[in-house]
């Protein structure tokens, strides 16, 4: 059964870079169908897609937070990580990894959330 | 690239059907045929419900169903239960890249 989970630091400083990584379990991350998400959802308010990586490298993100992410795989390791820049208070929320087919939809396979709070 | 318009909420007695709109531009929900619909109770993970606008995932009930016209889906829930009160969102490609809605609170008075 394919797990995906999330671990990083809970608190960032503003102005600092969040650091997420989602460790994939069960199921190799180097599979042909899929890309791998991540999607943040601010306390109390709805879904945002922040960005998606494909096995072999090629990413794709939000217009909006573009400036500020990278999203990278390591097939060594199984996992992806997502990089965010630049933080202020607006970026708290809790943070999901998922899988996603083919940039389509997020299916079956998503972390349990990671809650990261901007605060000095 | 703004976030696609759903309605704030929507309600209807045990039974009865619901239909969730979510309306977008000819660059995403009506270009593509890629539109997605996830359910998230309170304090849990989203749950897909619908993709490619009108497919259920194995394991969904054939209460939800989707639909599309022009730039504008749709969700209906037939038969609504006291399970289905939770949050809607949408989402579509939107080539290259993918929006949500702002989420909709279905409840079931």
């Known amino acids: 059964q394919l797990k995906l989970q999330e671990s990083g630091p809970g608190l960032v400083k503003p102005s600092e870079t969040l650091s997420l990584t989602c460790i994939v379990s069960?199921?190799?991350?180097?599979?042909?169908?899929?890309?791998w998400g991540w999607i943040r959802q601010p306390p109390g308010k709805g879904l945002e897609w922040i960005g998606s990586?494909?096995?072999?490298?090629?990413?794709y993100y939000s217009p909006s937070l573009k400036s500020r992410v990278t999203v990278s795989v390591d097939t060594s390791k199984n996992q992806f990580s997502l990089k965010l820049s630049s933080v202020t208070a607006a970026d708290t929320a809790v943070y999901y990894c998922?899988?996603?087919?083919?940039?389509?939809?997020?299916?079956?396979?998503w972390g349990q959330g990671a809650l990261v709070t901007v605060s000095s | 690239q703004s976030a696609l318009t759903q309605p704030r909420s929507v309600s209807g007695s045990p039974g009865q059907s619901v239909t969730i709109s979510c309306t977008g531009t000819s660059s995403d929900v009506g270009g593509y045929n890629f539109v997605s619909w996830y359910q998230q109770h309170p304090g849990k993970v989203p749950e897909l419900m619908i993709y490619d606008v009108s497919k259920r995932p194995s394991g969904v009930p054939d209460r939800f169903s989707g639909s599309k016209s022009g730039n504008t889906a749709s969700l209906t829930i037939s038969g609504l239960q006291a399970e289905d009160e939770a949050d809607y969102y949408c989402?579509?490609?939107?080539?290259?890249?993918?929006?949500f809605g702002g989420g909709t609170k279905v409840t079931v008075l």
């Open positions: 998922a899988r996603h087919g083919a940039l389509r939809f997020f299916d079956s396979y």
């Open positions: 989402c579509s490609y939107a080539g290259n890249y993918v929006l």
């Open positions: 069960g199921g190799s991350i180097s599979s042909s169908s899929y890309y």
């Open positions: 990586v494909y096995y072999s490298g090629s990413t």
